[in-house]
């Protein structure tokens, strides 16, 4: 079994560990409420968006051509063998379809974590004014109770008064 000095170096793991390594640390930072623990979650999330869409674009070596005709293919600018050339070619375009799906998907995403992104900010906002509004009732009514013992206390005193008079008198 290969040990760990074996192996090689591969960028886009490291990016990955790396991208979830500031996301959990910046969900801890939220659970205890650290000061720019929602900085820290969001570059944690574009860490991991840029890491996917490198993945997306990632060529394992085996596929990578190793003569330059066929990365830098000559270039005619005749509009007949362009258009004859994706004619030839639908598994050029049967990849950019790929790309472009995946673009539209990840588009899709961001739209979609921008708005519970939004809910989630209103929902956090009316939760800080529920809870100043029974913050505040919580007060009122510590103030009532107060004044009703202090109510009770003054009634006491008065009857434990009336009633040492009245045991005087008898």
């Given at each position: 079994m290969p040990g760990l000095r074996d192996?090689?170096?591969n960028l886009i793991h490291f990016l990955y560990?790396?991208?979830a390594i500031v996301i959990l640390v910046a969900a801890l930072s939220t659970v205890l409420e650290w000061k720019y623990a929602r900085h820290l979650f969001a570059a944690g999330i574009i860490v991991e968006i840029v890491?996917?869409?490198v993945s997306l674009i990632d060529i394992p070596p085996s596929e990578i051509p190793s003569t330059p005709e066929?990365?830098?293919p000559p270039q005619d600018h005749s509009?007949?063998?362009s258009e004859a050339q994706k004619k030839t070619s639908p598994e050029k375009n049967n990849e950019l379809d790929k790309v472009l799906s995946?673009?539209?998907g990840l588009n899709d995403s961001f739209q979609l974590l921008r708005r519970s992104n939004q809910d989630l900010n209103e929902s956090v906002q009316q939760i800080k004014q529920d809870y100043r509004e029974i913050k505040r009732s919580t007060l009122n009514f510590e103030q009532s109770l107060n004044t009703i013992k202090s109510k009770v206390d003054q009634t006491s005193e008065k009857v434990e008064k009336l009633e040492k008079e009245g045991k005087n008198a008898i």
């Open positions: 192996r090689q170096f560990g790396f991208g890491i996917f869409i066929i990365v830098f509009t007949e063998d995946s673009i539209e």
